[in-house]
């Protein structure tokens, strides 16, 4: 089993700039690919950022694209997400996700993903 923790959501003005972390434990060692999804009330839950595990791939929602940045820590089994300009659309729980199979996958959809976090808010002022 794989367990992820969120943190560093948070209020913030829009314009603003927030950082979250996920950070992975127990049976790290079958990670290929994290994720960050969000999910607004009414909503439903939505890609944002992911990146393999090994290597350099990323790719962004076209909404947060040019804005936010997903990062990996390898050592510490952790996964970070830099939000800049954040705007009141933003507003969401934010998921960590962790996909265990190096099958053929684009990463977008939470299908692919089988380890969650608990969510953290995150949410921006007009």
């Known amino acids: 089993q794989v367990q992820l923790v969120e943190s560093g959501g948070g209020l913030v003005q829009a314009g603003g700039s927030l950082r979250l972390s996920c950070a992975a434990s127990g049976r790290t060692f079958s990670i290929n690919r994290m994720g960050w999804f969000r999910q607004a009330p009414g909503k439903e839950r939505e890609f944002v950022a992911t990146?393999?595990?090994?290597?350099?791939?990323?790719d962004y929602a076209d909404s947060v694209k040019g804005r936010f940045t997903i990062s990996r820590d390898n050592t510490r089994y952790t996964i970070y997400l830099q939000m800049n300009s954040l705007k009141p659309e933003d507003t969401s729980v934010y998921y960590c996700?962790?996909?265990?199979?190096?099958?053929?996958?684009?990463?977008?959809?939470?299908?692919?993903?089988?380890?969650w976090g608990q969510g953290t808010q995150v949410t921006v002022s007009s």
């Open positions: 996700a962790a996909r265990r199979s190096v099958g053929l996958h684009s990463g977008l959809t939470e299908y692919e993903y089988d380890y």
């Open positions: 990146i393999r595990w090994f290597g350099d791939s990323t």
